[in-house]
């Protein structure tokens, strides 16, 4: 591995601003735990990139084929200039909620792994200020034993005759924020399997949520235990023909659900949404979405596991002697004579 080129700035959001410092040579070591660290790192997801003409790809790509050191230095403090235009409006958009952007430095820097090989490195890392315990002078930067990475972007790519061609880019953030991958970066995280399952499955249940909830709350746990029974069982599926026989095949038990509405709804999903209309579905992406719980009383909660294909007919809603009861065919027996009246 041999670092061609690397640079350091404080991101000031506060006065608006990039400083570039200095680096000595001993942050090479710094640049080597970094690699080793974000090419291990179990929590980085895959994105692409959407457009390789926007700022960030655009000057990675020279920064590659030119080798002059002033002209690096400019495409890097263009980044850096990018980094702070987007933590701005990001800051601009929590100033509400009381909250606030991680303060840091950007470290990049230029990675050679073979002759045609290249990592660019993008890392947000903590930044702190102390002063000197001789000189008294205020100094800042990061902890090089603390090394605390906020977030960072790993461009792999090759060069083919100075062109750069891109593959994936390793993307980590300890936040859900997405100002750094969308706002910043400009990525699209890659659709794999587990993301287009993943992606699916909330698209479909939101648009449920907002289409025929309102209307019909019956309608809804019944399509939406439907989509959860598909999602958890393995199978290529091709998301308009799952649609098309979802819908056709549904009768729906309030009268106001317009069947014909909620399908085009839903067919316009994943170009809205971003997920493929093939994929082999991955339970395990939607592991946490498998049951749903309903509140009866106080400590009390009914509880509906995704593999339930009938419980619409066993569980009903009814009024006796003017109070709401649900009732529920129980087969357990356990259970059943647990709840038997004495005198009943």
């Not at 470290?107 to 002759?115: E, Y």
């Not at 659900?257 to 994929?279: G, N, Q, S, Y």
């Not at 419980?311 to 009861?325: A, D």
């Amino acid at each position: 591995m041999n670092i061609l080129y690397k640079s350091f700035h404080l991101v000031d959001v506060d006065n608006e601003r990039t400083v570039r410092n200095d680096i000595s040579e001993d942050f090479d070591s710094f640049i080597n735990d970094f690699v080793d660290f974000s090419n291990h790192n179990e929590k980085a997801k895959a994105y692409v990139i959407m457009h390789e003409e926007d700022l960030i790809s655009d000057c990675i790509q020279r920064i590659v084929n030119d080798t002059d050191v002033e002209y690096r230095n400019e495409l890097s403090d263009k980044i850096a200039l990018k980094l702070l235009e987007s933590e701005k409006l990001a800051q601009a958009k929590i100033y509400p909620t009381g909250s606030k952007v991680k303060r840091g430095s950007l470290v990049q820097a230029l990675v050679q792994n073979s002759d045609d090989e290249y990592e660019y490195i993008l890392a947000k890392v903590e930044h702190s200020e102390w002063y000197d315990g001789t000189s008294l002078h205020r100094n800042s930067g990061f902890s090089s034993e603390k090394k605390s990475i906020w977030k960072f972007a790993v461009y792999h790519m090759y060069s083919i005759n100075d062109h750069v061609v891109f593959n994936d880019v390793s993307v980590y953030t300890d936040t859900k924020a997405k100002y750094w991958t969308v706002s910043f970066l400009e990525l699209e995280e890659k659709r794999d399997d587990a993301f287009n399952t993943y992606n699916a499955y909330k698209a479909i249940d939101n648009e449920l949520k907002s289409a025929v909830k309102a209307s019909s709350p019956r309608d809804y746990v019944v399509l939406s235990n439907e989509v959860q029974n598909a999602m958890n069982t393995p199978q290529n599926l091709n998301y308009s023909d799952y649609v098309e026989t979802l819908i056709d095949n549904y009768e729906p038990v309030s009268n106001e659900i317009e069947k014909d509405v909620i399908k085009d709804c839903l067919l316009a999903l994943p170009e809205r949404k971003h997920f493929d209309t093939e994929f082999k579905t991955v339970p395990s992406s939607i592991e946490n979405k498998r049951t749903k719980k309903y509140k009866i009383a106080d400590g009390v909660e009914l509880m509906i596991k995704s593999t339930s294909n009938d419980f619409s007919s066993r569980i009903i809603s009814t009024m006796k002697n003017g109070k709401r009861v649900l009732e529920i065919v129980c087969d357990d027996d356990e259970t059943y004579n647990a709840f038997i009246e004495e005198n009943a």
